[in-house]
């Protein structure tokens, strides 16, 4: 396609990529700017209510002084999901960016855990726009016609990606399972991959677990505070000269006790950053998995391949080392005239020469998706260590702001008591 990426920040917003191909050449900014509630027909014909969101592309480049004018479409999240599907099936060496959750998981009990809740849906555009992000800065990824489609082409995308037959290059599950238990030379490098996107994803679930659980006794601890504000009300009511002072410290309970609600849903977005490599962990584990299928593939064709000269050799030289039942056949009915021989010896040197092309090209793939598949993952390793410390040091930062913020509402309430 000869697209190239060239990714940049633009503050806290949407990142540029830059698209060529043999129309046009332009930088574009991509964002979500709104989700909205829809009602209509699936597949089933039955009615559904799903959330649609705006996707909208804006070229940043100037024609005669003016920027080109935006667009934009509108994606359902099973289209994220079919883009997504797409992008594994036909790069399966790379770390494919994860998708937001579907439906919210650790939160805290307060929050709705409802897929159509406001606030969710507006998590989850923040997510879904990130996705579109990491999928647009990355080198590869970014050049790809069926990304560039799902951006721009709101009619017969679905049918533009089926068109390229990516299910049918998708992998069984049970040959999934066959590689995982058979293959005889795992690399290690995989084998340590695959263990450390377990204990990643284990060790993020249980942070996301004790957030919750800690956002909960939280929201407790600041809600009770609603009752001092409330005592202080009452017991203002019946001093004269005290009033003043205890009816003011109140208000500042209250106004301390309402405040966790906006608190703890700023928090949610800080877990949705960990939440994303909760995630990634299994986009890791795929980049294992297809290692592993080409493993067994390669290691099926090399025992192929030793069976045929194996049979070869035994009808050039008229021994037969193993048991088979062609040998019993043999046996059975009688020997085969040389013609006969000769033919299948002709048959089984062909094949034989098909699968030492078919072994050699399989070896050169191997070593191709390694070396692509590590140089994929070594960037996601820059790029996890550099998201996950700032995403950390966010949260600490938002906890300090927190801790600041009940101090100074104790010293406001203390110099309530000082004046009394």
């Known amino acids: 396609m000869g697209n190239t990426c060239n990714p940049s920040t633009q503050g806290s917003g949407s990142r540029r990529i830059m698209t060529e191909n043999n129309f046009w050449l332009k930088k574009i900014e991509i964002s979500i700017s709104e ?31 003016q920027s080109v004018l935006t667009d934009s479409l509108w994606r359902r999240y099973s289209e994220f999901e079919l883009l997504r599907n797409y992008l594994l099936v036909y790069y399966p060496h790379i770390v494919v960016p994860p998708l937001p959750e579907k439906r919210a998981e650790f939160v805290w009990h307060k929050l709705s855990a409802d897929n159509m809740d406001p606030d969710f849906v507006e998590r989850r555009r923040i997510g879904l726009e990130n996705f579109l992000l990491r ?13 560039y489609l799902f951006l721009t082409q709101e009619g017969n995308w679905k049918e533009t990606v089926n068109e390229t037959g990516f299910q049918l290059k998708a992998d069984s599950r049970l040959k999934a399972l066959n590689a995982t238990f058979r293959v005889k030379n795992p690399d290690k490098r995989f084998i340590e991959l695959k263990h450390y996107s377990d204990e990643l994803q ?12 800690v956002a909960d006794r939280l929201y407790g601890v600041y809600k009770v505070h609603g009752n001092y504000g409330r005592v202080f009300s009452e017991w203002s009511a019946i001093e004269k000269e005290l009033g003043d002072g205890l009816q003011s410290a109140g208000h500042h309970m209250d106004v301390y006790a309402s405040s966790i609600d906006d608190i703890l849903e700023d ?3 800080y877990a949705d950053q960990l939440k994303e490599y909760l995630f990634y962990a299994e986009a890791l584990r795929a980049v294992c998995r297809k290692h592993e299928l080409m493993q067994y593939d390669l290691e099926m064709a090399a025992q192929d391949l030793a069976s045929k000269k194996q049979q070869c050799e035994e009808l050039a030289t008229g021994t037969v080392r193993t048991f088979s039942l062609k040998g019993m056949t043999t046996k059975l009915f009688g020997q085969e005239t040389p013609e006969q021989r000769e033919a299948r010896i002709k048959v089984l040197e062909e094949q034989i020469n098909e699968g030492e092309q078919q072994l050699k090209s399989k070896n050169l793939e191997g070593r191709e998706f390694v070396k692509n598949a590590w140089a994929d993952i070594e960037r996601f390793k820059e790029q996890k260590n550099r998201d996950l410390k700032e995403a950390l040091i966010s949260y600490a930062v938002m906890q300090i702001s927190m801790c600041k913020k009940g101090i100074q509402v104790w010293t406001n309430a203390k110099e309530c008591f000082s004046k009394m």
């Open 35 to 65: 989700a909205e509630k829809r009602t209509g027909r699936n597949a089933m014909n039955m009615q559904e209510t799903y959330t649609a969101y705006l996707i909208e592309t804006r070229s940043v480049e100037h024609t005669d002084g």
């Open 135 to 147: 999928v647009a800065s990355h080198p590869i990824l970014c050049r790809d016609k069926i990304f």
């Open 202 to 213: 284990s060790v993020i679930a249980h942070l996301l677990r004790v957030r919750a659980r």
């Open 267 to 269: 928090e949610e977005h």
